[in-house]
């Protein structure tokens, strides 16, 4: 369950933030907008691609969190064309999905990457006796 919370996590926070009107207000992050929907959104797609079912599918696996993610980021583009200052840009899509490619890529295919990305944020402790 753990490893799946952080996408539901993180989707929720894209759709949430895709929903603040902008307004002719510059974004909160000051990096460009492709480069945040590129690094996100190869986020969330290695965020898929940590769950058991999708890792264990190999690049079939790898395939469907990268078309999740790609997915994702189309229903969030066609959400921001009802939000007032927003608009659903084919770029930022074509962000999202470049970037969900590479990430899960270098993820399903760099065992050394995904070493380093496989640590919890929460250890479980082991049993402590208590010696009273």
């Not at 974004?27 to 797609?45: E, M, N, R, S, T």
């Amino acid at each position: 369950m753990q490893k799946i919370f952080y996408a539901i996590a993180l989707m929720g926070t894209l759709f949430w933030a895709s929903g603040l009107s902008m307004d002719g207000r510059k974004a909160a992050l000051d990096i460009p907008d492709k480069w945040a929907h590129f690094f996100l959104y190869g986020l969330l797609a290695t965020l898929f691609l940590r769950h058991p079912k999708f890792l264990k599918k190999g690049w079939r696996g790898m395939l469907l969190a990268v078309l999740a993610a790609s997915a994702y980021g189309a229903s969030d583009e066609f959400h921001q064309k009802f939000v007032p200052g927003r608009v659903a840009d084919l770029a930022d899509w074509i962000a999202d999905t470049l970037g969900a490619l590479l990430a899960a890529g270098l993820y399903h295919s760099w065992k050394a990457y995904r070493k380093l990305l496989e640590f919890s944020l929460f250890p479980k402790k082991k049993d402590a006796h208590i010696n009273s």
